[in-house]
């Protein structure tokens, strides 16, 4: 697999402004010309895998075919251990067509509750993220990362997007849409994931 190198123009393949604007913040120290998909008018592909690694693949080979650029691309969602793993892959979906988060936060406790299974400290659940960086020409690789801690409920913050004031990370006092972004970024699915693409990917912070 090759490196991406200082100056190189990249896309990434994500039509979601929350996950555009961290890579923008992740990708800031390594000197690399960013685009978003929306930005070239590439199409949003249809997210038809049954994994988060799977998605990750289809978004970035499609940007990477539809650009002629290397393309990075991000699938992610929030696992909830007492949901057997929902709302998973189609945690974007549970929020609707007008993608309203407190909708889908409401869903994700009343889901909890009508199993009976919300214990305090609150039900277990982890944040994934699939990265995946894909070359014109189809080569690709996928990074995983994870981050772990319960639920509250009422949400709390008003930081990040998604999830995030529904999510305290373990070890933490605050949810990730109360933290600084800084501190979500030191420890967050993303940021692991991006870790581990950064080893095998990127030339040298500038
Ligand atoms: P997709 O990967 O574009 O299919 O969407 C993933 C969805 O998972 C997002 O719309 C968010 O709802 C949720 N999600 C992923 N990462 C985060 C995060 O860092 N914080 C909160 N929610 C997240």
Redesign the pocket.
Known sequence: MNRLTSGTRIVVA???S??IR?FRELLAPFGLSVVSAGELNLPEPE?TETT?AG??RL?AVAAAEGSGLPALS?????EVEALGGD?G???????GPT?D?NI?MAKVADAVKAKDAWKEPGPRAN?T?ALCLAWPGGAYEVFEGKVYGHLVWPARGIR?????PM?LPDGGTET?GEMDPDA?HAI???ARAFELFVARCMPARI
Request: proline share 2%.
């Open positions: 994500s039509h979601n929350g996950k961290e997210e988060f998605n990750a978004k991000d699938d992610s969602g929030l709302p892959i189609y945690s974007a979906r549970w929020a993608k988060f889908a944040f993220a990040g997007f998604g999830y995030d999510f990730f979500k967050s699915h993303r």
